[in-house]
């Protein structure tokens, strides 16, 4: 696997057990939690960082923050519980995370990359003062399928 500094060989994409992996922009990976054989991948691609968007309490007993760190990737936690109950201080940490030149290439990751998709989408409206229907369309590249009528619905869309 190679990888220069902004960019991902898509067609390796497929060898990652990470469920939806997008890549939305130049640096940035998104989708589902990743299996060790992935952030041994990613870390090998040059990937300096993994933003799990989940509560611990999804991690099912399992030290997901310890298996970021052997793989020597920079472990980033940002909980968030659900679309629904996304606050402005949510949207405005992972908001900074997602534009950290000093992060990338970092995978931004939830279970299934739906909430980083929603999320993204609802960051760059509030913070990054993104029209609403562009905001949705960088978060539907970036993983946003089944809370699309909830974000929507907040973007006025």
């Keep these: 696997m190679t990888l220069n500094s902004y960019s991902f060989p898509a067609a390796e ?3 990652l057990d990470l469920g939806n992996p997008c890549l939305p922009e130049p640096g940035l990976m998104t989708g589902g939690c990743p299996s060790d054989a992935d952030l041994a991948r990613l870390k090998q691609a ?6 799990d968007l989940r509560p611990s309490t999804e991690w099912n007993g399992d030290d997901f923050a310890g298996r970021v760190e052997r793989a020597g990737l920079v472990f980033l936690q940002l909980p968030v519980s659900g679309v629904d109950t996304v606050d ?5 940490q992972f908001w900074a995370y997602w534009n950290n030149p000093s992060l990338k290439p970092m995978l931004v990751h939830c279970a299934s990359g739906n909430r980083v998709g929603a999320l993204l989408a609802l960051a760059a409206y509030q913070c990054g003062g993104l029209a609403a229907e562009e905001a949705m369309q960088r978060g ?3 993983g946003l399928k089944a809370s699309e009528a909830m974000v929507r619905a907040r973007l006025k869309l």
């Excluded at 040059?46 to 933003?51: D, I, P, Q, V």
């Design 13 to 15: 994409l497929a060898e």
């Design 46 to 51: 040059g990937f300096k960082t993994a933003l």
């Design 140 to 142: 539907l590249a970036a």
């Design 88 to 92: 402005q201080e949510q949207m405005r």
